[in-house]
């Protein structure tokens, strides 16, 4: 018996119940097997009035999980009225749901509209009024058109809250439950996210009816097809060692994140100024630039992305051979997160990452927390960059030459070599097309720790720790507030030149502390204060003991203004107001960082405090 080969294919989407329109779509898109949540998901969505709750990463290709049975079951009707809205956090993310589900409907005439703030509210309304069956979009637009009666939602019958533990850390609570209060009681909820905090558990209880939850095996980067390296390096030299391993890969294709938007403007137009396809990605882009960037990026006109993890969200740029963490992760999900765009579909991939001699003890966190094997490598020396090149440039010459020569080039080639030393001539033309690639004098030397230096660093930094284990038992914590942090005095303020990122990154590289240790930071004319936990403070201390102005310390505890009662009141204050913050709707382009820069304070790559005396920086 002979089988029809496209019967075959793709069988394991057929068993979840699947159409043979949907079949052929996902031929076209050259998908084989249906991943772990499509296999979970597709046949309880296939199933009448089933609510899911679905956990799973990015990249596991939940959108297909969704997408399919909604496409499989909306535009019945004779005319198109919205059947189906997906609500997403950011605007670049509605245009890859909305392409993708548009890829994967083959040939049925489903009407699919993205519908985002940045956009053109007067071509959205006539696309609404036009008709379509899927609106997938972000919470402040919808809400827009909720209000303004442009979004009829009185034939709903699916609401997906896509990556929404993003979409609560954002701050779009509000404008969610407010979307929810609005569309109709008869209609499936599908809520997809990559955690489960408990915010998103009492979402699911409040607008959803007894829904199944399924909860995909939880990726590590042990289980990417992605080499990992990380350097070793100071902050001055990461440029350095950035443009070195570019140069070494013959098809450099990559992301390279930074931890600010001001950082990866810097990076980003200092590459571009040394001759690489790079542009930078941040919140501060318009939608117009942001999509022409990511348009360029696609079609390989850029080779180089420099971005930060919020302007990130949402990416979908295929092939992508290097993520480079220029600057350390926060926490080992967004080291997942970021290390989870390449080495995609049994592709391989490399991620590398920098890190600084004083982020070593939380790199090591991170490595054991996301179960990675990273690997230590040295920056590559010029030596074997030039190498590398060498090698690239001679295959693409006898690649070049391997052709059949064209009888009208013979002419000139005679009238060229007539004469002259063929060799040298060559030699003279390789040099005009290649120009400098081969000057070893591009790149500068990168200075090392010495390893006996290390040791002594890493039993400096031991004696410190039992020093202030010891100190703690003996002195207690006299300047503790309730949640177990000491406010510090610094004497140095507006006057001097100060700010919060400026005093941030001082005390983060003098005194090797992290940054998410440093809390309420506060900055007045001539002084300012700064919280952190009491061994972090006794840290803090320690490397500032030696550090005087006018015979008193730079760095020392604060005095309690009002006794300790008053000072818990200012604490709970200080707490409330945090709280009220973080209640507060953030867009997402406000992309937000924390305290410190990461770029150099000088050529050594250290921050000192202003000098106040001469009104700069100290030596």
Same mark, same amino acid.
């Given at each position: 018996?002979?089988?029809?080969?496209?019967?075959?294919?793709?069988?394991?989407?057929?068993?979840?119940?699947?159409?043979?329109?949907?079949?052929?779509?996902?031929?076209?898109?050259?998908?084989?097997?249906?991943?772990?949540?499509?296999?979970?998901?597709?046949?309880?969505?296939?199933?009448?009035?089933?609510?899911?709750?679905?956990?799973?990463?990015?990249?596991?290709?939940?959108?297909?999980?969704?997408?399919?049975?909604?496409?499989?079951?909306?535009?019945?009707?004779?005319?198109?009225?919205?059947?189906?809205?997906?609500?997403?956090?950011?605007?670049?993310?509605?245009?890859?749901?909305?392409?993708?589900?548009?890829?994967?409907?083959?040939?049925?005439?489903?009407?699919?509209?993205?519908?985002?703030?940045?956009?053109?509210?007067?071509?959205?309304?006539?696309?609404?009024?036009?008709?379509?069956?899927?609106?997938?979009?972000?919470?402040?637009?919808?809400?827009?058109?909720?209000?303004?009666?442009?979004?009829?939602?009185?034939?709903?019958?699916?609401?997906?809250?896509?990556?929404?533990?993003?979409?609560?850390?954002?701050?779009?609570?509000?404008?969610?439950?407010?979307?929810?209060?609005?569309?109709?009681?008869?209609?499936?909820?599908?809520?997809?996210?990559?955690?489960?905090?408990?915010?998103?558990?009492?979402?699911?209880?409040?607008?959803?009816?007894?829904?199944?939850?399924?909860?995909?095996?939880?990726?590590?980067?042990?289980?990417?097809?992605?080499?990992?390296?990380?350097?070793?390096?100071?902050?001055?030299?990461?440029?350095?060692?950035?443009?070195?391993?570019?140069?070494?890969?013959?098809?450099?294709?990559?992301?390279?994140?930074?931890?600010?938007?001001?950082?990866?403007?810097?990076?980003?137009?200092?590459?571009?100024?040394?001759?690489?396809?790079?542009?930078?990605?941040?919140?501060?882009?318009?939608?117009?630039?942001?999509?022409?960037?990511?348009?360029?990026?696609?079609?390989?006109?850029?080779?180089?992305?420099?971005?930060?993890?919020?302007?990130?969200?949402?990416?979908?740029?295929?092939?992508?051979?290097?993520?480079?963490?220029?600057?350390?992760?926060?926490?080992?999900?967004?080291?997942?997160?970021?290390?989870?765009?390449?080495?995609?579909?049994?592709?391989?991939?490399?991620?590398?990452?920098?890190?600084?001699?004083?982020?070593?003890?939380?790199? $090591?966190?991170?490595? !054991? /927390?996301? =179960?990675?094997?990273? &690997? +230590? *490598?040295?920056?590559?020396? #010029?030596?074997?960059?030039?190498?590398?090149?060498?090698?690239?440039?001679?295959?693409?010459?006898?690649?070049?030459?391997?052709?059949?020569?064209?009888?009208?080039?013979?002419?000139?080639?005679?009238?060229?070599?007539?004469?002259?030393?063929?060799?040298?001539?060559?030699?003279?033309?390789?040099?005009?097309?290649?120009?400098?690639?081969?000057?070893?004098?591009?790149?500068?030397?990168?200075? $090392?720790?010495?390893? !006996? /230096?290390? =040791?002594?660093?890493? &039993? +400096? *930094?031991?004696?410190?720790? #039992?020093?202030?284990?010891?100190?703690?038992?003996?002195?207690?914590?006299?300047?503790?507030?309730?949640?177990?942090?000491?406010?510090?005095?610094?004497?140095?303020?507006?006057?001097?030149?100060?700010?919060?990122?400026?005093?941030?990154?001082?005390?983060?590289?003098?005194?090797?502390?992290?940054?998410?240790?440093?809390?309420?930071?506060?900055?007045?004319?001539?002084?300012?204060?700064?919280? $952190?936990?009491?061994?972090? /403070?006794?840290?803090?201390?320690?490397?500032?003991?030696?550090?005087?102005?006018?015979?008193?310390?730079?760095?020392?505890?604060?005095?309690?203004?009002?006794?300790?009662?008053?000072?818990?009141?200012?604490?709970?204050?200080?707490?409330?107001?945090?709280?009220?913050?973080?209640?507060?709707?953030?867009?997402?382009?406000?992309?937000?960082?924390?305290?410190?820069?990461?770029?150099?304070?000088?050529?050594?790559?250290?921050?000192?405090?202003?000098?106040?005396?001469?009104?700069?920086?100290?030596?």
């Amino acid at each position: 018996m002979v089988h029809n080969p496209y019967e075959m294919e793709l069988e394991g989407f057929r068993e979840l119940g699947l159409s043979e329109e949907s079949i052929a779509a996902l031929r076209e898109k050259g998908f084989e097997e249906p991943t772990e949540i499509q296999r979970r998901a597709i046949p309880l969505l296939l199933q009448e009035g089933t609510e899911i709750v679905g956990q799973a990463q990015t990249g596991t290709g939940k959108t297909a999980a969704f997408a399919l049975p909604i496409l499989e079951t909306v535009g019945k009707g004779r005319e198109e009225a919205v059947e189906a809205l997906i609500l997403v956090p950011t605007r670049e993310l509605a245009s890859q749901v909305s392409e993708e589900m548009s890829s994967l409907r083959g040939k049925r005439t489903i009407g699919i509209a993205p519908i985002y703030g940045g956009a053109s509210m007067t071509q959205q309304l006539k696309r609404l009024r036009r008709g379509v069956s899927i609106v997938v979009g972000t919470p402040g637009r919808i809400l827009d058109h909720i209000r303004r009666g442009s979004l009829d939602l009185s034939r709903l019958g699916f609401l997906v809250l896509d990556e929404a533990d993003e979409m609560l850390d954002m701050g779009f609570i509000d404008d969610i439950e407010a979307v929810l209060r609005a569309v109709p009681e008869k209609k499936r909820m599908l809520l997809f996210s990559a955690t489960m905090p408990p915010e998103i558990m009492k979402l699911a209880e409040s607008f959803m009816s007894d829904p199944q939850i399924i909860r995909t095996q939880k990726q590590d980067a042990s289980a990417l097809s992605t080499d990992q390296i990380y350097y070793e390096v100071r902050e001055s030299d990461k440029l350095e060692a950035l443009t070195r391993i570019i140069d070494r890969e013959s098809d450099f294709y990559g992301v390279v994140f930074c931890r600010t938007k001001l950082q990866c403007d810097e990076i980003g137009q200092k590459l571009h100024d040394r001759g690489y396809d790079a542009a930078a990605l941040h919140g501060d882009l318009s939608q117009r630039e942001r999509e022409m960037i990511l348009r360029r990026m696609k079609e390989h006109q850029l080779s180089i992305l420099v971005a930060t993890d919020v302007a990130a969200r949402g990416l979908d740029i295929q092939d992508l051979t290097h993520v480079i963490n220029y600057t350390i992760p926060q926490d080992p999900e967004i080291y997942i997160h970021r290390v989870g765009r390449t080495g995609r579909a049994g592709k391989n991939g490399t991620a590398i990452t920098f890190i600084t001699p004083s982020e070593a003890r939380k790199f $090591a966190y991170i490595r !054991k /927390a996301s =179960r990675s094997d990273i &690997r +230590r *490598e040295e920056i590559p020396k #010029a030596e074997e960059i030039i190498g590398r090149k060498k090698e690239r440039i001679q295959n693409e010459v006898l690649s070049s030459i391997s052709a059949e020569p064209k009888p009208e080039y013979m002419e000139i080639a005679e009238a060229v070599l007539s004469g002259r030393d063929a060799t040298e001539a060559f030699a003279s033309l390789l040099a005009s097309v290649y120009k400098n690639e081969l000057d070893a004098s591009r790149y500068r030397d990168i200075s $090392a720790a010495s390893p !006996k /230096a290390k =040791r002594e660093k890493s &039993r +400096r *930094e031991r004696r410190d720790e #039992a020093r202030n284990r010891e100190r703690y038992d003996r002195i207690g914590a006299p300047s503790l507030d309730e949640e177990g942090t000491t406010r510090l005095y610094i004497a140095r303020g507006r006057k001097d030149g100060l700010t919060k990122g400026m005093l941030a990154n001082i005390i983060m590289d003098q005194a090797g502390v992290r940054d998410e240790d440093l809390r309420d930071i506060e900055i007045n004319e001539t002084s300012s204060f700064i919280s $952190a936990p009491f061994s972090v /403070a006794e840290t803090i201390l320690q490397a500032y003991s030696d550090r005087s102005m006018k015979g008193r310390p730079i760095v020392m505890r604060a005095k309690p203004e009002g006794g300790a009662r008053d000072s818990r009141k200012r604490n709970s204050g200080r707490r409330e107001a945090s709280k009220a913050r973080g209640r507060k709707r953030r867009q997402w382009e406000d992309d937000y960082q924390p305290y410190g820069r990461d770029t150099s304070d000088g050529d050594d790559g250290r921050y000192r405090f202003p000098d106040r005396k001469k009104g700069r920086r100290r030596k």
